[in-house]
């Protein structure tokens, strides 16, 4: 299973038509929400089928647990 957390920025093998091929996730769990970093469509895919198109991680998302 694929290390993912919401706010992530991760890569595609493919690129989205508008030509960009990072993609921000917004929700995770059984599927996985993604926004698209150059439009901003919004895609859901199920699980296997994320990790099939999944390539790497960025940018991790930055850990608020610690703010006060």
């Known amino acids: 299973m694929v290390p993912i957390a919401l706010g992530d920025l991760i890569q595609t093998k493919k690129k989205h038509p508008c030509g960009s091929d990072r993609w921000r996730i917004t929700r995770t769990g059984a599927d996985v929400k993604l926004r698209c970093e150059g439009c901003g469509r919004v895609i859901m895919l199920e699980r296997g089928e994320f990790e099939k198109r999944y390539k790497k991680t960025i940018e991790h998302a930055e ?6």
């Open 63 to 68: 850990d608020d647990h610690d703010a006060v």
